[in-house]
């Protein structure tokens, strides 16, 4: 797996049930065809995505999130920048955790200074600029990877509901 496979398979569940292409996910990640190809490869590898690599095995996506993907994909927060924020200090975590400490993910159009937090993939600050959904999902992950225990319980719900359920809240 590399770090893009999540990017990749998160977008996929924000497309829910409507129809999707290779071309059409490259250009929303800004990520290659060629990179996407590999990506479906390695998910359908390890069994995160069905053999026509358009349906996302959720449960078990879900469960390598809760319990992988700190392990897999660490992260400690960097230096204080500018940014957007991820973790706890977005979107749903930032309405039920109110910290002083805030993570972000590097841009220099950022809003918030906080920690850096190195995103998934590069292009993931771009990526999200238009896409609530992607940027909610990609947030929790974070928190996975460097929040607290209370973080990362209320993260492991807040994904539980996003992935699991079929509407996407």
Known sequence: MSPQDIVVL???ITYANQPWYQDQLAQALQISQSEISKSL???KFAGLIDNSGKKVFKMALFEFLQYGIRYVFPEQPGALVRGVPTA???LPLSQRIVSEEHYVWPYG?????GQAITPLYPSVVDAVQNDEKLHELLALVDALRVGKAREKEIAVQ??????LDEDLK
């Open 10 to 12: 998160l977008k996929i």
């Open 109 to 113: 159009k950022g809003k918030i200074r």
């Open 88 to 90: 706890h200090s977005a």
């Open 41 to 43: 490869a390695r998910s």
């Open 158 to 163: 807040a994904l539980k509901d996003r992935i």
